[in-house]
């Protein structure tokens, strides 16, 4: 990773976008990198949209400012879509994850001028299937992971096993469907 | 063994504060309040700590609880943000004209109006005026760092004021970054025990604290608050300089960056200070002399210093994250060009206003503003970045 790779997440609230970027910051730090995690914070109610960023770095981060032109945009909920202009700024050589049931051919026809790559996952069901609830941002991280080559593959799965260790201490019990989620969303990511 | 680790700025300031161990932590549990009381209350209900944990009912109270808490002798501190800062406003000056050293922890946000919840200065920029030390953050390290040292600059026997520890709501405040922890038992030592010298709870030494001054009176005592203030500057210095030597992490007064030949020049508070440092390097890359000064303190203010390290550019825009209403710009413009002025720095200086209710800065923002300053073409008087006139 030689420049500082920026991803912007596009959610609704309550979905859990904010939650995904501070656990691929989390994630990304544990493999040795320079991170940053942050939402972009507006009057908050469930289903508004929300946007939040990642920055990751070989070097640090010093920059403190909004993402205008990642390279990777995650769309957690395919409706906004039809309101918002999620490719704005996307780098050419980058790439769009996107959370839906369609075709790829179907969702370009919503991004308009878009000319970059494209992946899209159905995340409702990696996470029904894994996780027994729709939780689309597990497979989500798994997918922008996977897409964008952020790290090695074990290296992820180790770092967010750990993770969901601590995070789910009163609760092992969702910690292997978590798992399975990332390991589904890995192979269903096209 | 320090330790690398990646925490949001609430989180960072909360730890030195389990690490710090203080004697009372007032605070308003609920908004505008800050997760940092949410998270050291956490370490209170498992017992990391043995700090008396007050939830009170307003912020006047919680900053008037720490206020008596620590004139009993305890070492205290409270946070808040924003509006919740402007309840405390009375209470502000007692502490401080009291001489009690006790610490407020402060994530920078707008005052109301219209309605917003984000980033700007506004609300300790209104309180430069209250007898409060004040030092800012350009990330979530110096803001650990800063909470750090706090206590033994406002504890020092020649400063006894309360100290102002300040951060960029949401740009650090909830932004998880890389982060270098000190251990507890290096925090532990280096902050020490508090052994105030008068307290009200020493039964051997009876005092009253805090009574009617009569104007043959007052005047003395405010005279020797703005000692303490001017004191305080060489105490933030050695304080540094000792933290330098543990942690190897540098601070003064401010940082010049890249300024050894500057020649275009920006001063400015806070996160904005990291963006801006990527436009120098990409403007010096392109040949441009550009510099940047990053004030860490702005009470006492360090005019004197300021003036000098300005001292052979040809132009240095001033930036204020808070309006004054006074028709002529902010308030760091106003003192720093005061001083410039004082100090016989003739260099051209213009003063800019930005970020405002936390609208983004961004790279391209300054890179703009360092080629307006070596056009000569910004506005005479101030300006505003990043506006839609």
Redesign the interface.
């Known amino acids: 990773m030689e420049k500082t790779v920026e991803i912007r997440w596009h959610g609704r609230g309550g979905q859990g976008a904010k939650t995904a970027a ?1 656990l691929l ?2 994630v990304a ?1 544990q493999t040795g990198k ?6 972009e ?1 507006g009057p908050e109610r469930m289903g508004a949209p929300i946007t939040a960023y990642n920055r990751i770095s070989e070097k ?7 993402i ?1 032109e990642p390279d990777y945009v995650v769309v957690v909920d395919e409706s906004l879509l039809d309101t918002i202009d999620v490719t704005k700024g996307l780098s050419r050589d980058g790439a769009i994850v996107v959370n839906t049931t369609s075709p790829k051919e179907e969702i370009l026809k919503k991004l308009h001028h878009y000319e970059g790559k494209i992946y899209v996952i159905d995340a409702r069901k990696v996470s029904m299937e894994t996780i027994g609830q729709y939780f689309p941002n597990t497979p989500m991280l798994a997918a922008i992971v996977k897409v964008g080559g952020l790290m090695e593959e074990h290296e992820f799965l180790r770092e967010m096993e750990a993770s969901f260790k601590h995070k789910f201490a009163r609760k092992p019990e969702v910690i292997e469907g978590n798992m399975n989620a990332l390991k589904l969303a890995m192979k269903e990511v096209h | 063994m320090a330790k690398r680790e ?1 925490l949001s700025g609430n989180e960072a300031v909360a730890i030195a504060l389990r690490q710090i161990n203080p004697d009372v932590f007032p605070a308003f549990p609920i908004t505008p309040s800050t997760e940092i009381p949410q998270y050291f209350s956490t370490f209170v209900a498992n017992g990391q700590v043995d700090t008396e944990f007050i939830p009170v009912e307003s912020e006047h109270s919680s900053m008037s609880a720490a206020m008596g808490a620590e004139a009993a002798g305890a070492r205290s501190v409270t946070a808040t943000s924003s509006c919740g800062m402007a309840l405390m406003w009375e209470v502000l000056y007692v502490a401080a004209s009291d001489r009690l050293p006790l610490a407020l922890t402060l994530v920078n946000r707008t005052l109301t109006g219209p309605i917003n ?2 980033c700007d200065h506004s609300d300790s920029m209104g309180a430069r005026d209250s007898g409060w030390l004040q030092v800012y953050a350009e ?1 979530n390290q110096e803001a650990y760092d800063n909470m750090v040292m706090a206590y033994r600059i406002a504890e020092h026997k020649d400063v006894r004021l309360p100290i102002m520890v300040c951060q ?1 709501g ?3 405040s ?5 982060i270098i922890l000190e251990d507890d038992e290096t925090v532990k030592n280096f902050v020490g025990e508090y052994e105030p010298e008068a307290y009200l709870l020493n039964e051997k030494q009876p005092m009253s604290l805090g009574p009617y001054a009569i104007s043959d009176y007052c005047m003395e005592a405010k005279r020797a608050q703005a000692q303490a203030m001017h004191n305080a500057k060489q105490v933030i210095l050695d304080v540094a300089k000792e933290y330098e030597a543990i942690t190897g992490r540098h601070y003064g007064l401010f940082e010049e960056y890249r300024m050894e030949d500057a020649e275009y020049a920006v001063v400015i508070i806070g ?2 200070a ?2 801006a ?2 436009a120098v390097d990409a403007l010096r890359s392109q040949g441009m002399k550009a510099g940047l000064i990053k004030l860490r303190v702005f009470r006492p203010f360090p005019g004197k210093e300021l003036a000098e390290a300005l001292k052979h550019v040809k132009r240095v825009a001033v930036m204020d994250r808070a309006e004054s209403y006074s028709d002529q710009g902010g308030p760091l413009g106003a003192e720093l060009m005061a001083a410039m002025y004082r100090n016989k720095n003739t260099a051209d200086a213009i003063n800019v206003l930005y970020g405002l209710g ?1 609208r ?4 391209e923002h300054m890179e703009e503003l360092y080629r307006q300053l070596e056009r000569g073409d910004l506005p005479e008087g101030y300006s505003y970045m990043g506006l839609r006139e």
């Open positions: 501070l910051a989390d730090f320079y991170v940053q995690g942050f939402p914070y640090p981060i010093r920059v403190h400012s909004n205008y | 990646r919840i984000n990330n960029d949401f740009i650090t909830h932004a998880v970054e890389n996160s904005a990291g963006t440092k990527d936390g983004d800065v961004r790279v």
